[in-house]
């Protein structure tokens, strides 16, 4: 079992930017890839980012070609946090933000764009962006 918990989201306008924090426990070691998706009101799920937490090309980073460049997605080890870093937020950046952890071992990245790859899941937090 793995327990993730989201933080940081907030209300800000265009072009500023906020940070997520995801505090992750249980069973961490089970954990391959962590990832981080938002869905906006009426909208499905989408992927955002993820980064390859242990074993095979841990630390490896993935984006969605709407956040890159703006978005950063990083590994605190010594709280066992990820974080996203989210730079010049836009009102399409706006939902919530939902942490995940994959214990799925895939070499291919473009199954951890999906949510199904994801077992385990934050409660979210709400990101709004105003013009």
């Known amino acids: 079992q793995v327990t993730l918990v989201e933080s940081g989201g907030g209300s800000v306008q265009t072009g500023d930017s906020l940070r997520l924090s995801c505090a992750i426990s249980?069973?961490?070691?089970?954990?391959?890839?962590m990832g981080w998706f938002r869905q906006a009101p009426g909208q499905e799920r989408e992927f955002v980012s993820a980064?390859?937490?242990?074993?095979?090309?841990?630390?490896?980073?993935y984006y969605a070609d709407s956040v890159k460049g703006r978005f950063t997605i990083s590994r605190v080890n010594t709280d066992n946090t990820v974080q996203l870093q989210m730079d010049n937020l836009s009102p399409a950046d706006a939902g919530v933000y939902y942490c995940?952890?994959?214990?799925?071992?895939?070499?291919?990245?473009?199954?951890?764009?999906?949510?199904?790859?994801?077992?385990?899941w934050g409660q979210g937090t709400q990101v709004t962006v105003s013009a």
């Open positions: 980064i390859r937490w242990s074993g095979w090309g841990a630390g490896n980073t």
């Open positions: 995940a952890a994959s214990t799925l071992m895939y070499k291919v990245s473009d199954y951890y764009y999906t949510s199904r790859s994801y077992g385990y």
């Open positions: 249980g069973r961490t070691y089970t954990a391959y890839v």
